[in-house]
């Protein structure tokens, strides 16, 4: 059931050994919105399903391998493509960061929550109720996660640097530390004290807001590690030691709050 949108960034993924041979990948469609699914073998059922958000680049081949390390641990990833209305799923790789902040400047918070909601009713026909559903972002990902983790009773959201803290970062999209009380779940935060779009008065701050929603929330903060230090394609921000102690984290929460079948 591929529909081919993406094509071009799974086999890019398959050759710089992104994706397990053991793992399925598809392109396919709920509605009008295109998912990257990534899914355990056939005979290897899902222990539940993920929403995975893009950073500001898009579908990536870096994003694809976050859907395979999720898959490998026995989830079901699915990652929405935010860019379709723009007709692509990625930025130029070419430019990279300076032409990923003006296209994620171009989404609205109604855009973005139509196309989560069309993932989130895609693992809902996987069979997979609110309570087996968590959600995973990175960088306007992270934003992306908890700003839906306060839309739906996911059970569990984890932010991996999300900005737009005290700011709006979209049109619909509360700033970060206004949204944070009326989190209807358990939240995970993952960020960097070194971090040159997100101030550590902010980081402190979010993680006030957070605990007043009453639900289980933690905000982790790596002293040596500034934004996007989880992505392993970028040797300049990659920080492999505050990489592998957060994707730790992020495993033993979901094995913690996403109840298996």
């Known amino acids: 059931m591929t529909s081919g949108v993406n094509d071009a960034t799974a086999r890019a993924a398959r050759r710089t050994g992104a994706l397990k041979s053991h793992l399925r990948v598809e392109v396919d469609r709920q509605g009008s919105v295109p998912l990257t699914i990534v899914a355990p073998a056939a005979d290897d059922p899902p222990r539940g399903g993920v929403v995975v958000v893009q950073d500001a680049r898009g579908i990536t081949p870096y994003l694809v391998s976050v859907c395979d390390r999720l898959a490998d641990s026995g989830w079901l990833a699915v990652a929405p493509h935010l860019y379709h209305r723009g007709g692509i799923d990625e930025v130029d790789p070419a430019e990279s960061w300076q032409a990923a902040i003006p296209t994620m400047g171009t989404l609205t918070g109604p855009e973005i929550d139509t196309d ?13 109720p609110a309570q087996q559903q968590a959600i995973i972002g990175f960088c306007m990902g992270g934003t992306v996660a908890l700003h839906t983790a306060t839309r739906h009773p996911l059970a569990g959201a984890i932010s991996f640097y999300g900005g737009g803290v005290s700011t709006s970062a979209w049109p619909g999209v509360a700033p970060l530390v206004e949204a944070a009380p009326y989190l209807r779940g358990p ?36 002293p040596d590690a500034g934004h996007a230090f989880h992505s392993d394609d970028r040797d300049a921000v990659y920080r492999p030691v505050a990489a592998a102690d957060a994707w730790s984290r992020a495993v033993r929460f979901l094995d913690e709050n996403v109840r298996p079948r």
């Open 187 to 222: 939240w995970l935060g993952l960020y960097g004290e070194q971090d040159a779009l997100i101030t550590n008065d902010e980081i402190a701050a979010l993680r006030v807001a957070a605990a007043r929603s009453g639900r289980p929330t933690d905000l982790i903060s790596y």
């Open 116 to 128: 989560i909601d069309a993932s989130i009713r895609h693992l809902a026909a996987a069979g997979f």
